[in-house]
C-alpha cells in the first residue's frame, strides 16, 4: 500500500510541476508579445498630435480684418469680398496687387463695382457698372459663357493690356474659368466706358443701360478705372449663385464660402 500511495503521490506531484511549468510558459509567452498586440492595435504614431485643419479659419480671421481695415462694412457684401480675395490669393499669374470686384448680387442703380488696392489695404474706386442686355432688367440674374448670347459670365479674370475701340479706351479681360468665362476673348467681353452706363440713365429709367455683356463703367471713370487695374490684375464678378461655386475651378474646394 506504501508503494501504491507513493507512485499515486509522485504522480500528483509530476501533474502539478507540469502545470507550474505551463503556467510560466504561458506567462513568458504573454509578457514578450502583449506590447505588440497593444502597438498593433493602435494608430501608427506620426509625431504628430491629431489636432483639426486650422488654415480655413485663420484665411477667413485674416479677411475679416483685411474687410474691417479698409471699412467695408456696409459699402461691400462680406461675402462677395471674401470670394474674392479667396481666390484672389489663388491665382498664381497675377502681376499687380490690384483686386476689382462686381457685384451683380446688387441692382444696377447701386454702386457695385469696387477696386481694391490689396498692398495698400485702401479702397480705390467704387461705380456703377452695367450688365449684359440678357442678364437681366434692373438685376443681372442670368449668367452665360456662350458666344451671342449677350450676357455677363462670373468668375474670376485677369486684366491685360488696352486698346481703342469703338466704344473708345478699352481694357482686354482673359477669363480664367474653363466653361464659366473662358470664352471671353471670343467673345470680345471687354471693359469699357459707355453714356448708358451713367447714373443720370439709372436716375430717369430706374435702371442702368445693359452691354452685349461687357462690364461698362461711366464715361468720366473708364480711363482712371482701367490705368488702375490693367496689366495684370485680378477681378472678380460676383453673383451669390450657388450653381457658380458648385463649378468654379477656383473656388469649389474652398470650405466655407
Not at 139 to 154: P, R, V
Not at 175 to 182: A, R, T
Not at 229 to 254: C, E, F, N, W
Request: net charge positive; proline share 4%; glycine share 10%.
Amino acid at each position: 500500500m506504501i508503494g501504491v500511495w507513493t507512485e499515486s503521490a509522485n504522480f500528483a506531484a509530476d501533474i502539478f510541476s507540469g502545470r507550474i511549468f505551463m503556467l510560466r510558459v504561458c506567462l513568458s509567452f504573454l509578457f514578450l508579445f502583449f506590447p505588440c498586440f497593444l502597438f498593433l492595435g493602435s494608430k501608427p504614431a506620426t509625431g504628430v498630435p491629431d489636432k483639426p485643419d486650422v488654415a480655413p479659419a485663420v484665411e477667413s480671421a485674416a479677411c475679416a480684418e483685411l474687410y474691417r481695415s479698409m471699412q467695408l462694412e456696409g459699402v461691400v457684401s462680406w461675402n462677395a469680398f471674401r470670394q474674392a480675395v479667396t481666390g484672389y490669393h489663388k491665382i498664381a499669374g497675377r502681376k499687380r496687387d490690384v483686386l476689382t470686384l462686381i457685384d451683380f448680387s446688387r441692382p444696377s442703380t447701386e454702386q457695385r463695382l469696387f477696386v481694391f488696392d490689396m498692398g495698400r489695404r485702401k479702397l480705390l474706386f467704387s461705380s456703377v457698372v452695367a450688365h449684359g442686355k440678357n442678364s437681366g432688367d434692373k438685376y443681372a440674374t442670368s449668367f452665360s459663357n456662350e458666344y451671342g448670347s449677350y450676357k455677363s459670365s462670373l468668375g474670376f479674370y485677369l486684366t491685360e493690356t488696352t486698346y481703342q475701340g469703338r466704344n473708345g479706351y478699352s481694357l482686354i479681360l482673359n477669363g480664367l474659368e474653363k466653361g464659366i468665362n473662358d470664352r471671353a476673348r471670343e467673345r470680345a467681353i471687354v471693359m469699357h466706358g459707355a453714356a448708358y452706363a451713367d447714373p443720370s440713365v439709372a436716375s430717369r429709367g430706374g435702371r442702368l443701360g445693359r452691354s452685349f455683356g461687357c462690364p461698362a463703367v461711366p464715361q468720366k471713370l473708364s480711363r482712371p478705372i482701367i490705368d488702375a487695374i490693367k496689366g495684370g490684375s485680378v477681378m472678380y464678378i460676383y453673383a451669390g449663385a450657388p450653381d457658380y461655386l458648385a463649378h468654379s475651378s477656383v473656388l469649389k474646394k474652398t470650405t466655407g464660402l
